[in-house]
């Protein structure tokens, strides 16, 4: 394996998986988000990075967002948005926050591989990214990348392509007046 | 070594500790965080978790804080308080964190035990804890706790003491209605 | 409230908490850790501070300590110790990965208050810190500090005080050279 | 803006961005890496987040790594690797850290857009992702995206397509069975 097929491998699913994922559920998460009152994510390991990526961003669009267990982190209540990533739906602990958080009644966006997961229930919003992660389910693109990588790589990228659909949508013109609200002692 | 040693020298060194803090200092800290827009926290290591547990506090009690790095931080500002915790204040990132965080004019707060660091001529207030950490310098309190346990178990009681001023002075008198403004999907 | 009151207040609660506390569990604590290949701490909010704290303490003394969530977490096994901390023993998140965790058999220890919760039946060791956190149980420690502050504290100091008979059970003399497994570039 | 304007906007960039990176210097990455005993990651805001995705895949592969300020971080020496992202490398956190770094000698790679930077003295291979950050240097990639999004995304899928060379260089053949150092109790 040399770098150009590292590259061509990566950039090529990338490719397939974002030709899969469906424009209206993704026009949905951006407008539900620019509703919410706050927006609280939550993952695990690399997903919950990604989803720390997004985050960020929100609020450089001054959009009050936090993640689940950040030390700062309000109360959530049922004029909230919880964004979810999780491959499988079945991760242990996401599942038990996404409970939790319903007996506050905020909306929940799942974004997953798997449709039908015990997050399902709990689900106003199920954002699709159909590549395989720990399960193995019909219609799902398979990898030749290590692990889960294509799945986080793909909640990257999901996650920027609905900033500039919420920066869009908020017309905000100039994308590098933003800095402003950006931590300045870094 | 057994139990009843290790908590008696815990304890004693503790109290021998905030018999030398000026209360003063402490009345002051509170006084120029409840007149800050916003509060950002910073330290290194142990000292940055304690750090972080004030910033939770100061969130419970309406006091809008976050800690430098944190995801969700926003850009300081001359309304702003920075509080720096470093026994030594000679810490490298602390000290560059100041020095950056100087140039949009905010009120610096230092917690640690050097009167006289790198720091002091960035400093609006400085809350002296008089124990030794790295250093060795004179009218310092030794310890025969681990490396700097006694300054970091300081950092978390001061910053404790210093909410009930806080409460105190903003009249909340049901502490346990704080919990409404507590992060509520753990 | 001045500055004094305050102080009194911390630290006479902080002395009704550690003469209660039961030397037998604390010293057995010790032991466990010791005997064990790698250990786990876990919590939330500040209680998770806290626990980072001993964790960081640990890796000092040459114990290969990390928090559940941490990037570099690997895999649990039958030869760790997991230390949860969690006044209630009902937080959502640390139960659901007690009873994860129990699935791969490593030993599991609790520091609450609640010697009758959910987690019970998954402990291998029970420390009391017998003090009032979100429960109101019968011999409990009431406290005027705000919300659990007085739990928090007693975790932080319970850590350093097992910090102190680690180092005595390990006959590690020279406190001092512990810096050198210290993060240096800070 | 559409989703698919969104899509095509990212994804064409990125090809555009992977098309003019040296396949030798992201080689030259894979064997330091390799080579090294432990890897510490370092960068701010959501470069950072990157980094620590980097880190998880590293200890995934069997690599000892960390991030600059985390919880469990050791001390660095004259036998470890220091890979620091910045596209200026101007940010002042990661500079400062490179340069108390640099005094016990680890190896420096720097990822950046900027060849001619605080950093470059201290740099023993520098990794050009050559994308317009916050300066606009000659040669770089321009992006119709938020702020510095296409630099970080451009991490993240060069940290994934090192991991597939680190792979390959070590012979691990069964990329599934890498699940077994990650966590197991999230």
Not at 7 to 12: A, C, N, P, S, Y
Not at 110 to 116: E, L
Request: glycine share 4%; net charge negative; hydrophobic share 45%.
């Amino acid at each position: 394996m040399n770098y150009q097929e590292a590259r061509d491998t990566v950039l090529q699913e990338l490719n397939t998986v974002f030709e899969a994922v469906d424009p209206n559920q993704v026009d949905q998460m951006a407008e539900m988000i620019i509703n919410a009152e706050k927006v609280f994510v939550c993952g695990v390991g690399r997903v919950l990075l990604m989803m720390q990526a997004f985050e960020k961003r929100l609020n450089h669009l001054g959009i009050d967002a936090c993640y689940v267990g950040e030390i700062n982190e309000p109360a959530i209540t049922d004029k909230d948005v919880l964004i979810v990533a999780s491959g499988s739906g079945e991760s242990v602990v996401p599942v038990a926050i996404v409970k939790k958080a319903k007996t506050f009644n905020p909306k929940v966006i799942h974004i997953g591989s798997n449709p039908d997961s015990s997050m399902t229930p709990y689900e106003d919003l199920f954002v699709r990214i159909p590549c395989r992660t720990k399960l193995d389910l019909p219609g799902e693109i398979s990898s030749e990348q290590i692990m889960s990588s294509l799945f986080e790589q793909s909640i990257l990228l999901l996650a920027d392509m609905t900033a500039l659909l919420i920066a869009d949508k908020k017309q905000i013109i100039d994308l590098h007046a933003l800095w402003r609200k950006h931590a300045n002692i870094e």
